[in-house]
């Protein structure tokens, strides 16, 4: 069942999507060569701490942190380590907070330094077709209509999307339904309705779809070791159009 929230109910989750997109900010600029993703870690606890909400992902499933940070041919589900980036690195930054039991969600890729112009473009598309997702999130339209606009950018563009991760439902718990796959078939699917609130991540691959899953039982790399980009919004249907909860 996927759950309808009410106009109280959306604002809650507003509030949680503006702390993690704030607290993503925050985290965008501590990003350098030379600084570790652990360290990341510990600016990102810190701020929970001080805003005094909780992390969603820490305990979830066993998950060691707040954060995950994936760099270069991690996908998603990095852990924080003393790994430090390097210019020319790119890294995903994804966070999970709760307020007053209302989850929030989201991540961004983010350069370190300079970055090749084959990297900006996998950001760049990377970011469009979640922008292009969003776009269908509107009453009447179906849940195929929002993953497929991720896929067709994506492929048109010449990079894959993985198929083993997918978006979610998002309110009361971290993961709802309905599941959002990043790939599908226009005009199939649940219809959307007002109320419903949907974490939309598209994950991207330079190369092969193809993943697999690190000994640390997290970490998801790709099988050809190319790069992987990951960007994520909270976005409530509305009568208006999509309504982002986690723009800034
Ligand atoms: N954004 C991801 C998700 O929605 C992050 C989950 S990390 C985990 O599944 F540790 F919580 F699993
Ligand atoms: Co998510």
Redo the contacts with the bound molecule.
């Keep these: 069942m996927i759950i309808c929230k009410s106009a109280a109910e959306i604002e809650k989750l507003r509030r949680c999507g503006k702390l993690v997109r704030d607290l993503l900010e925050e985290a965008r600029e501590q990003v350098r060569p030379g600084v570790t993703t652990l360290e990341l870690e510990a600016f990102v606890e810190r701020r929970l701490k001080q805003a005094g909400a909780k992390p ?3 305990g ?2 066993g ?1 060691p ?1 707040c954060l ?1 940070a994936s760099v270069n041919e991690q996908i ?2 990095g852990i924080p380590s003393d790994r430090r980036l390097n210019e020319g690195d790119i890294v995903s930054l ?1 966070l ?1 907070v709760i307020i007053d039991g209302y989850y929030g ?3 961004l890729t983010v350069p370190v330094g300079a970055i090749s112009e084959p990297l900006k473009r996998l950001l760049r598309v990377t970011e469009e077709s979640l922008y292009l997702a969003i776009d269908q999130v509107r009453l009447g339209n179906r849940l195929g209509d929002v993953s497929s606009a991720v896929e067709e950018y994506v492929v048109r563009n010449g990079f894959s999307v993985v198929r083993e ?1 997918v ?2 439902g ?1 309110g009361r718990q ?2 709802e339904e309905p599941q959002i796959p990043n790939f599908g078939s226009p005009g199939y699917g649940p219809v959307l309705k007002e109320g419903m609130v949907f ?1 939309i ?1 598209p994950m991207v691959n330079v190369g092969s779809p193809a993943m697999r899953v690190l000994d640390d039982r ?1 970490t998801a790399v790709t099988v050809d070791g190319a790069c992987s980009a990951h960007f ?1 919004h909270m976005v409530a249907v509305t009568r208006n159009g999509p309504d982002v909860l986690t723009r800034l």
């Design positions: 969603a992902f820490k979830y499933r998950y942190c995950c998603v589900h994804d999970g969600d989201a991540a991760f978006g979610h998002i971290l993961h974490a991540e997290w994520e």
